[in-house]
């Protein structure tokens, strides 16, 4: 993996620990103007993006991003339901693990 594309990685990881942590449902930024990796892939059909590469698919499908933004539609439908912020924050780590198992060998 380049440095750029480590770089992109590890400010993925970053906002998805952010948005695993949010107060509000609100609060939580989605979508590819929020990803670093999608401002980098995205563009070009996620070609060389390691999550694509991973799951063998383009825009994060078969990844846990999927659950995650289910759960997180839960929530903002009922902000109130301890269950759903639950479930999202749950998704929202599956997300984090999955990211960070896209590191290369070696690296932290």
Not at 65 to 90: K, N, S, T, V
Request: contains cysteine; proline residues 7%; glycine residues 6%.
């Amino acid at each position: 993996m380049n440095e750029t594309t480590r770089q992109a990685l590890e400010a993925s990881i970053a906002h998805w620990r952010t948005a695993a942590e949010v107060k509000a449902p609100g609060e939580a930024p989605f979508g590819c103007a929020n990803c670093a990796l999608c401002r980098l892939f995205r563009p070009v059909d996620c070609d060389g993006c390691p999550v694509a590469a991973r799951s063998g698919r383009l825009t994060c499908a078969g990844t846990p991003y999927g659950e995650a933004i289910i759960e997180h539609h839960r929530w903002i439908f009922d902000p109130e339901d301890a269950l759903a912020e639950a479930a999202y924050r749950a998704a929202a780590r599956r997300e984090i693990e999955f990211l960070e198992s896209l590191r290369e060998p070696g690296e932290p």
